[in-house]
């Protein structure tokens, strides 16, 4: 696990290094990303090079790490709608190349980890990590050889998340989430916090024993990691 720790500007400079990097060698590639406010620098960076002819999209082929369940790709808070307005809308990627879990046809969870595989498996996964350790929405307590499936979200996940929504009771109760096995099967992760309030948590990742208790710990098992902090975020380290 290499740890690189900058303010949230260049973090999101070098991180868009390694796509340049990884397309510029495998322009078919498969990315896995993320959402929430973490990669929003970088979604921003990736569309300004995309302008600048940098990097092109073009070939591609994507998935995202989860959504939730009962809202369609057209609600404002599905992730579908986020991934296509700050980044998939911006760039000259293949939409019909995008892959979202679906929300609304749930049965289907365990056919996301087929279609990654089809399509070769994920060469870069994108990560956050959520205020109780989990990557994707991979709960404390799931076993790390779970892979795509629907999961109860814990309370104090639905708290983080109500400030998307106009209450906590419009907070949906459960999402469609990758699997810990299948963010492990990426070739290289990309993982990305800010912000003092992951500082506990970054820690504790970090520091602590590999526990399904703390999901994200799971990534110092794996052989190719690069985690990117901003100096809060590394606060206690």
Excluded at 8 to 28: F, G, W
Excluded at 69 to 94: A, C, P, W
Excluded at 143 to 156: A, I, N
Excluded at 200 to 210: A, F, G, Y
Aim: no cysteine; net charge negative; charged share 25%.
């Amino acid at each position: 696990m290499k740890i690189i720790i900058d303010t949230p500007e260049k973090i999101a400079e070098a991180a868009a290094k390694r796509y340049v990097e990884l397309l510029s060698e495998k322009p078919d590639a498969v990315l896995g990303y993320a959402t929430g406010s973490t990669p929003l620098d970088l979604y921003a960076e990736l569309a300004r090079l995309n302008r600048a002819g940098e990097i092109t999209f073009k070939d591609v082929t994507t998935f995202n790490l989860d959504e939730y369940v009962g809202l369609d790709g057209t609600h404002d808070q599905s992730y579908r709608y986020f991934m296509d307005k700050n980044l998939f809308e911006k760039i000259d990627v293949d939409m019909a190349k995008t892959h979202v879990p679906s929300g609304m046809d749930v049965d289907k969870a365990a056919e996301y980890d087929k279609a990654i595989e089809a399509a070769g498996g994920i060469d870069l996964q994108l990560l956050g990590i959520g205020n109780n350790g989990h990557i994707g929405f991979n709960e404390p307590g799931t076993p790390f050889g779970s892979v795509t499936h629907v999961v109860e979200l814990t309370k104090s996940t639905r708290e983080a998340n109500k400030r998307f929504f106009s209450s906590i009771d419009e907070v949906p109760t459960h999402a469609v989430t990758m699997g810990i096995k299948t963010v492990m099967n990426a070739r290289k992760i990309i993982f990305i916090a800010l912000g003092s309030a992951k500082a506990p948590i970054v820690r504790e990742m970090i520091k602590s024993d590999v526990t399904p208790e703390v999901p994200a710990s799971v990534l110092l098992l794996h052989p190719d990691v690069e985690v990117y902090l901003d100096f809060e975020a590394a606060a206690l380290l």
